[in-house]
């Protein structure tokens, strides 16, 4: 393997704005922003809009969709081709 060529992995804490959780785990993303951490380390930061903590598929606060609404809609306004 050539040295050099290979982004540097580092610990980076994840932070999810809509839950007001914070992950730390290993990433090669940068940052300009840091944190202090539980441990007293501190370490760069990245606010992320959705993660596990916030996603409904992982939380279980799933909406259903009414696609029969949407279908008869549809019909409405461009007319059933049969």
Known sequence: ???GIHPVSRPVVFRDRAA???FLTTS???SARNI????GN???LIDVEISSAS??????????????????RFERRYGRQS
């Open 20 to 22: 007001d959780t914070a």
């Open 55 to 72: 996603h409904p598929f992982y939380t279980g606060n799933t909406r259903v969709v009414d696609t029969a609404g949407r279908v008869e």
């Open 42 to 44: 501190t370490y760069p």
């Open 1 to 3: 393997m050539r040295s």
């Open 36 to 39: 202090e951490w539980a441990d």
């Open 28 to 30: 090669t993303a940068r």
